[in-house]
């Protein structure tokens, strides 16, 4: 195919590919803990992340990375030491996140076009380092949910039940937190930061409306990740349209054919 052919396109399809698995699958989990959001509070952090990155010369990817995965642990114990709901937490970490952004911005002036490009998203753009980070990062987070499968499981469906049954609850909390941590910082070259929590979230709704059994719903929802990012892709070599908005849209297309099938279903049921 013409569009292999081209490196820029190789990296980014081995990228999207990879981040649109680790979205979907981790998103599942999130949906049913009713944690969905945070991978949008989250986003609005690593633009904080981003913007000291740039301001100290150093790695924006490198600097984002650090700030979100403390900032995941800092809303886990807002939520636990305070007292306050979960999402009330995700807003007041995100809202710090967001406010230091701008200030940073604000007080530098130089690097607005590179923010810019951070917010909205350019995975056509993605260098030969920064897929390499991905593999790494996108394996990282794979590999700890398979090998923490059957607890994330127990404890998505029933927190008390699993706490019980003793099960470290906690720790499986802080994972889920930290994986969307690192899964944020791993798409927002891909999506953007604004639609980063829409690759988190809506194929993993895909999956969920269609399957009756767990398993099956990872695997469509999976499946519903990758061809939206494919699809995105194609459309932007093809069509020139922007790659990130284009998988969103048909992930959200995706969604909306689901629920009509899925009512379908349950209607022939």
């Not at 049913?32 to 913007?51: K, N, P, Q, S």
């Not at 070259?189 to 398993?215: E, M």
Request: glycine letters at 10%.
């Amino acid at each position: 195919m013409e569009i292999l052919a081209f490196d820029f396109m190789q990296r980014a399809l081995i990228s999207g590919v990879l981040i649109g698995l680790a979205c979907s699958m981790l998103g599942v989990f999130l949906i049913l803990r009713r944690d969905a959001m945070i991978g949008h509070g989250l986003a609005h952090v690593t633009f904080g992340g981003v913007a000291i990155g740039l301001f100290l010369g150093v790695s924006p990817l490198a600097a984002a990375l650090v700030v979100a995965v403390l900032s995941s642990i800092f809303i886990l114990r807002i939520r636990d030491r305070a007292g306050v709901y979960g999402d009330t937490a995700i807003g007041i970490v995100s809202s710090a996140g967001m406010g230091l952004g701008i200030v940073i911005a604000g007080l530098s002036g130089k690097f607005s076009v590179q923010l810019f490009s951070y917010l909205f998203g350019n995975v056509l753009a993605i260098g030969v380092w920064e897929v390499r980070v991905s593999v790494i990062l996108a394996a990282a987070v794979l590999s700890a949910i398979i090998l923490n499968y059957n607890e994330l499981v127990f404890n998505a469906f029933d927190h008390e039940l699993a706490r019980a049954s003793g099960i470290k609850v906690d720790r499986l909390d802080g994972l889920l937190a930290v994986l969307t941590a690192v899964t944020v910082v791993l798409a927002m070259k891909v999506v953007g930061l604004l639609l980063v929590a829409a690759l988190i979230v809506i194929p993993a709704a895909t999956g969920l409306q269609l399957a009756s059994r767990f398993r099956m719903a990872i695997i469509l929802s999976c499946v519903a990740g990758v061809v939206s990012v494919l699809g995105g892709l194609f459309s932007a070599y093809y069509l020139d349209l922007p790659a990130s908005g284009t998988i969103v849209i048909l992930a959200t297309i995706f969604f909306i054919i689901s629920m009509a099938a899925g009512r379908a279903f349950r209607l022939r049921g």
